[in-house]
């Protein structure tokens, strides 16, 4: 019956908007143009090298883990098949933008055990946000999520 019969939970919305291209690409637009401190101070831009075409993509995520000024730990919401997270398997010089500061930063994709453990103090420290988050991505990808393959990002 179309629209009407769609679950309209806000994780449903959430993950629809995961999968919309346009709206998952703009806050990149918002950084390139100097606008990604509007995002707040936990979500960063990534430029990496894609594996294949050897041109730069983008990709902006939320921090979930900041052990000190130099580290920053992202997550793939979507796994170890998510674009970014293969062309980080790959190449892992890459740049990372927080707020209007752009450096140059190695990827490590982190073990079972180690993400794991971000995981948790994630959960720990932003129970209500792991909550919507967990409900989007489950929504998104069709299955509960237990675990979230982690890259820690060292700034140079």
Same mark, same amino acid.
């Given at each position: +019956?179309?629209?009407? $019969?769609?679950?309209?939970?806000? *994780? ?13 690409? /703009? ?6 143009? !100097?606008?990604?401190?509007?995002? !707040?101070?936990? +979500?960063? +831009?990534?430029? &990496?090298?894609? %594996?294949? *075409? ?14 000190? @000024? $130099? ?5 793939? #919401?979507? !796994?170890?098949? /998510? ?6 398997? @790959? &190449? ?6 927080? !707020?209007?500061?752009?450096? /140059?930063?190695?990827? =490590?994709?982190? $073990? %079972?055990?180690?993400?794991? =453990?971000?995981?948790? %103090? ?12 967990? #409900? /989007?991505? =489950?929504?998104?990808?069709? &299955? ?7 890259? %820690?990002?060292?700034?140079?």
């Amino acid at each position: +019956m179309g629209w009407i $019969d769609e679950n309209l939970s806000p *994780s449903a919305l959430a993950a629809r908007a995961l999968r919309t291209r346009r709206l998952v690409r /703009a806050p990149i637009w918002l950084f390139q143009h !100097g606008l990604g401190p509007l995002l !707040g101070p936990r +979500m960063v +831009m990534i430029e &990496h090298i894609g %594996r294949k *075409s050897g041109e730069p993509r983008y990709v902006v995520l939320e921090v979930v883990d900041r052990p000190d @000024a $130099d580290t920053v730990v992202v997550c793939s #919401g979507f !796994g170890e098949t /998510a674009q970014w997270y293969r062309n980080l398997r @790959a &190449h892992p010089d890459c740049r990372v933008t927080v !707020g209007n500061r752009d450096r /140059a930063a190695r990827a =490590e994709l982190l $073990d %079972r055990t180690a993400s794991d =453990e971000v995981l948790e %103090r994630y959960r720990t420290a932003h129970p209500v946000a792991w909550e919507r988050l967990r #409900g /989007a991505i =489950e929504n998104a990808v069709q &299955h509960p999520v237990d675990g979230l393959p982690m890259v %820690r990002l060292r700034l140079r």
